[in-house]
Nanobody, 124 residues
Framework: QVQLVESGGGLVQAGGSLRLSCAAS??????????LGWYRQAPGKQRELVAD???????NYADPVKGRFAISRDNAKNTVYLQMNSLKPEDTAVYYC????????????????WGQGTQVTVSS
């Protein structure tokens, strides 16, 4: 069993930056083998993948955030981060941390674990 807890959301002006963190708890060698990522859901819209990182460190980004967001993981701390720069009002959403349900799988498939979400609001 893996638990995910996000932090770092808040209110920021357009053009600003935020860093989201997601701490994972559970069996360490299992967490190290999981794909991790961030999804977001804006009001009235479907949840969408923002960025993910494999157990080996390969990253992938959705087109709207390429060049502005950066995902990273610190296996020593069981933590995944999402650095968000040049934020836009359209980035406003609840951001969810997710982990793959099986080792060595990308989280962009069917996530097995979800955090509770953290609100990010970007004002214009």
């Amino acid at each position: 069993q893996v638990q995910l807890v996000e932090s770092g959301g808040g209110l920021v002006q357009a053009g600003g930056s935020l860093r989201l963190s997601c701490a994972a708890s559970g069996i360490k060698f299992v967490i190290d083998a999981l794909g991790l990522g961030w999804y977001r859901q804006a009001p009235g819209k479907q949840r969408e993948l923002v960025a993910d990182i494999t157990s080996g460190g390969t990253t992938n980004y959705a087109d709207p955030v390429k060049g502005r967001f950066a995902i990273s993981r610190d296996n020593a701390k069981n933590t995944v981060y999402l650095q968000m720069n040049s934020l836009k009002p359209e980035d406003t959403a609840v951001y969810y941390c997710a982990a793959s349900g099986r080792p060595f799988m990308r989280v962009s498939g069917t996530p097995g674990y979800w955090g509770q979400g953290t609100q990010v609001t970007v004002s214009s």
